[in-house]
């Protein structure tokens, strides 16, 4: 794509974004951020933040890195967590995930910062090595890196997370159906470290969502 097309796409998207939005939406937000997610999601341009919600602006305070990873990125975090006080922190892995799949597939030609950085997901690389198909090995592992990201989230903010103040949210964007629940869904899979389906369906907070809508939006991969 030539940079001319591109520069236009960019003038044209954003004036149409300030035509849409009148200065009572921007006043709202012009001298202060107060979102209530804080959101640890890849950094794959096929993963926006608004396949979680509509409209993100002053909702959602955004950290994007290869392989939604937390030590990579962690003042970033904690900055949302501690300092935002966000009452949720979300890890948002996604199909198809490029950083998990380079290292799977060995990444000697990548760049020393690339590794070093891939080198954060080592601990769950190991658990599912031996698998033989490729494409469930994949999803697996991505399945076990949000877990990974979740514990180490837990260990970080056990206490805000024991105190009803925070709450870990492991989550799949499933652009492949590989769920069988609809392409683009948002899969719950961990919980402040709890993985199983009918326990997370159990918690308050999701009791207070129609049941119909909650089986769709939690589930696992088999492992």
Do not use: W
């Given at each position: 794509m030539k940079i001319a097309d591109i520069l236009k796409e960019?003038?044209?998207?954003?004036?149409?974004?300030?035509?849409?939005?009148?200065?009572?939406?921007?006043?709202?937000?012009?001298?202060?951020?107060?979102?209530?997610?804080?959101?640890?999601?890849?950094?794959?341009?096929?993963?926006?933040?608004?396949?979680?919600?509509?409209?993100?602006?002053?909702?959602?305070?955004?950290?994007?890195?290869?392989?939604?990873?937390?030590?990579?990125?962690?003042?970033?975090?904690?900055?949302?967590?501690?300092?935002?006080?966000?009452?949720?922190?979300?890890?948002?892995?996604?199909?198809?995930?490029?950083?998990?799949?380079?290292?799977?597939?060995?990444?000697?030609?990548?760049?020393?910062?690339?590794?070093?950085?891939?080198?954060?997901l080592l601990p769950i690389i190991n658990k599912t090595a031996n698998e033989l198909n490729f494409e469930k090995q994949l999803s697996t592992t991505i399945q076990h890196n949000i877990d990974y990201q979740v514990n180490i989230a837990y260990k970080k903010y056990r206490d805000i997370v024991k105190n009803k103040k925070l709450t870990i949210i492991g989550a799949y964007y499933d652009f492949k159906n590989e769920f069988n629940k609809g392409y683009g869904r948002i899969i719950i899979t961990n919980v402040n470290k709890n993985k199983d389906k009918n326990q997370i369906l159990d918690l308050s907070e999701f009791k207070e969502v129609r049941n119909n809508v909650n089986k769709i939006y939690v589930g696992r991969l088999i492992e």
């Open positions: 960019i003038i044209e998207g954003n004036s149409e974004f300030v035509n849409n939005h009148n200065t009572d939406y921007f006043a709202g937000h012009a001298s202060h951020q107060n979102p209530y997610i804080t959101l640890v999601s890849c950094a794959d341009s096929r993963v926006p933040a608004n396949a979680i919600m509509p409209n993100t602006i002053n909702k959602i305070f955004k950290i994007e890195n290869i392989g939604n990873q937390v030590l990579s990125c962690e003042g970033s975090v904690d900055y949302g967590v501690l300092h935002l006080k966000t009452p949720v922190l979300m890890i948002l892995g996604h199909s198809d995930c490029g950083a998990i799949k380079a290292y799977l597939k060995g990444f000697n030609e990548e760049t020393y910062n690339i590794k070093r950085e891939l080198d954060f």
